[in-house]
């Protein structure tokens, strides 16, 4: 008798268990258990996608006046919920559509983890393509990787817009979270004596747009609520037209009382067992392999693909050998980068399903007889006036060095002395002294720049000789330097000075930065410097 009773008390344990897992209605919403040891369970509106409810370990996550959604919220959707078996793995599966998108929430049987996918057939029309969880600010906030640098909650005033604040005199904006899309692993919330990890991870973002240094907000602790971001589309620094008629993901909210979690540890390819329209399994693609050469040893090799369907990337090894990501199939574009300078570019590339296509890459870099050069052909402000700090906070902090107009002298300044931008109001122009030893002759001037703003270029000036100035740049309808942005198109202008111009003996040039656009302070026209090089 005793073992017959205590049989069944084992089997209700169970079977109370397993019953935890599953979904239920609540009247037009959906409640979702993830049946995990660390309890998760979260409610879906039925009528417009909004998550309006996190339960992680019994403790209210979500924020009470904003649901957790795409965009701002998509307003209204069709809702469905249904559970999936795969491979003797349960799942619910939660499908939001409207006229243009289709949006997948994803949870396995015992993890604490909501998979997301999101397919598009147009931009949507409620605003940026973003997935936001907006959380309560009291139970988690602190931000990971950076920190205090987005977080906005208790500013004393807004230094920009409606997105750079003051904070304990300190500038702060949710814009100085991001990373470079080739370094992204995870971002997170957290807090709490039992400290919870709120992490967005997102394995190789092959449908967004912007290629591998692309970069945009992560997080931000603005008071009312900690917002935690996955940007699939935005305006920011736009250089690449949106990719339509493609699935953004899989991405993953995850939940930790366990440190932080890396992408590492995830595995989506369970996707393919669960009719996620766009998605297509390993198996269904290919790679590229082979090696980029002519990149000095002190770049990183970057190796890039784009074609209008996706996106890809990888490191090449110290020795050039590289193998890409898995592909979707298709013809791409191939570009090679020292460090973010893009050095060549090859078409034609095919990727086929189920196989590895061979393609080489070499740098179009040629040889140059130098006379001098500023900073290095990276495609970023690497080592110039203020590199270090703008990333993370405004061009006003007090905490960067001041821009002024500078005189930069080739052999006795130093490299930090030289600006990384020049604000056609704040500090123009910049003027380069040096020495040459004798008359070179006819000679270049090549400026690299990374990012222009409001039209801003480089006019040039070499001791009385004056260039023709270049013409403007294409328009990025956005703001770059003040938010933490420095890539744009990447512009290069060569000057070619005449014969004669150039003396034995001392030489000035002055770059200016002209625009028939004008603006207050740092939202003046400006450009980014990647560098400058005199050569013949």
């Known amino acids: 008798m005793m073992i017959r009773l205590l049989l069944l008390s084992v089997f209700a344990f169970a079977s109370s268990v397993f019953a935890a897992f599953g979904f239920t209605q609540s009247g ?82 015992g993890e ?12 949507p029309s409620v605003g940026e393509l973003r997935f936001i969880a907006r959380l309560k600010s009291s139970v988690l906030p602190e931000e990971y990787p950076y920190g205090k640098v987005s977080t906005t909650a208790g500013s004393s005033s807004a230094v920009e817009g409606s997105d750079v604040y003051v904070v304990n005199g300190e500038t702060r904006s949710k814009f100085y979270s991001s990373t470079r899309f080739i370094d992204k692993d995870v971002q997170c919330v957290y807090g709490g004596s039992d400290v919870i990890h709120v992490c967005v991870l997102a394995p190789h973002p092959e449908s967004s747009s912007g290629g591998p240094f692309f970069r945009d907000i992560e997080s931000n602790n603005a008071g009312a609520a900690t917002n935690l971001y996955w940007y699939m589309n935005s ?20 939940f930790s009382r366990s440190g932080i ?5 995830f595995d989506t390819s369970f996707f393919s067992g669960l009719s996620i329209n766009g998605y297509v399994a390993d198996s269904a693609r290919g790679r590229v392999s082979g090696t980029a050469s002519g990149v000095p040893s002190s770049f990183q090799i970057v190796v890039h693909w784009y074609n209008s369907a996706a996106q890809y990337w990888t490191i090449a090894s110290s020795n050039g050998a ?23 570019t090859a078409t034609g590339v095919s990727v086929s399903a189920g196989q590895t296509t061979s393609r080489n890459i070499a740098s179009t870099e040629t040889s140059r ?14 080592g110039f006036l203020n590199a270090d700090k703008f990333l993370r906070m405004h061009p006003s902090d007090s905490r960067m060095s001041a821009w002024t107009p500078a005189t930069y002298t080739v052999g006795s300044s130093s490299i930090g002395q030289f600006p990384m931008a020049l604000f056609q109001t704040v500090n123009n122009p910049v003027t380069i002294k040096f020495n040459l030893g004798s008359a070179p002759g006819a000679a270049t001037l090549r400026i690299a720049t990374t990012l222009s703003f409001a039209g801003s270029r480089p006019s040039v000036k070499v001791n009385s000789w004056s260039a023709t100035a270049p013409g403007a740049p294409t328009k990025i309808d956005s703001r770059g330097v003040t938010r933490g942005a420095y890539r744009g198109y990447g512009e290069v202008y060569d000057t070619s000075i005449p014969s004669g111009t150039l003396v034995a ?21 400006n450009f980014i410097f990647d560098a400058v090089e005199l050569f013949h």
Request: negative net charge.
């Open 112 to 123: 604490s983890n909501i998979y997301l996918a999101t397919y598009i057939n147009s931009e």
């Open 235 to 254: 305006g920011h620094v736009q250089t690449e037209s949106w990719r339509t008629n493609v699935l953004h993901g899989p991405y993953v909210l995850a």
């Open 261 to 265: 979690p890396s992408i590492k540890d």
């Open 322 to 344: 590289f193998t890409s990501p898995a592909m979707k199939p298709g013809t791409y574009t191939m570009v090679l980068y020292q460090g973010e300078y893009k050095v060549a």
């Open 28 to 109: 037009s919403n959906y409640v979702v258990d993830a049946g995990s040891d660390n309890s998760l369970v979260f409610t879906v509106n039925g009528g417009s996608c909004d998550i309006t409810s996190i339960k992680y370990r019994g403790t209210e996550l979500q924020d009470s006046s904003q649901g957790t959604h795409l965009s701002s919220g998509l307003g209204s959707a069709s809702v469905s919920a249904q559970t999936v078996s795969a491979n003797s793995v349960n799942y619910v599966k939660v499908t939001c559509t409207t006229s243009t998108l289709t949006h997948y929430m994803v949870v396995k049987q």
């Open 369 to 382: 007889n130098s006379l001098w050069k500023i900073g290095e052909f990276d495609g970023q402000p690497t």
């Open 505 to 525: 003996g001392s030489n000035t040039i002055t770059i200016t930065s002209i625009s028939g656009s004008s603006g207050t302070t740092y939202l003046n026209p």
